[in-house]
């Protein structure tokens, strides 16, 4: 399974993006979703990551209020609402996604099996 993400782009501080993640395999379905990011510079970090049928959701402070992480099933496609965006949070934005039935280090990496290849977000001031 591969997962490409896309809707990045240059934005003014403020505006508004979706970032979609698509899944090459319509049969997968994954048990947890994620977005990752990476700022120059700075080790990659978890953004948003949810567990489709446990209904739970985690968001990092720094987005809280801010991002929404969702899926669309019939498209297979997961999604990321970013409001009120903010210079800070420009960096690349990867999806990860695994279809592991237990939990496994979700706030890392290493909780994820596929990975899709990154979406430039840059935010001017």
């Known amino acids: 399974v591969q997962l490409q993400a896309s809707g990045g782009g240059l934005v003014q501080a403020g505006d508004s993006l979706r970032l979609s993640c698509a899944a090459s395999?319509?049969?997968?379905?994954?048990?947890?979703d994620a977005w990752f990011r990476q700022a120059p510079g700075k080790e990659r970090e978890i953004v948003a990551t949810?567990?489709?049928?446990?209904?739970?959701?985690y968001y990092a402070d720094f987005v809280k209020g801010r991002f929404t992480i969702s899926r669309n099933n019939a498209k297979n496609m997961v999604y990321l609402q970013m409001n009120n965006l903010k210079p800070e949070d420009t960096a690349i934005y990867y999806c990860a996604g695994t279809g592991r039935f237990y939990d496994s280090d979700p706030y890392n990496e290493g909780g994820y099996d596929y990975w899709g290849q990154g979406t430039q977000v840059t935010v001017s001031s």
């Open positions: 395999e319509r049969t997968f379905s994954s048990s947890r």
């Open positions: 949810t567990r489709w049928l446990a209904g739970t959701t």
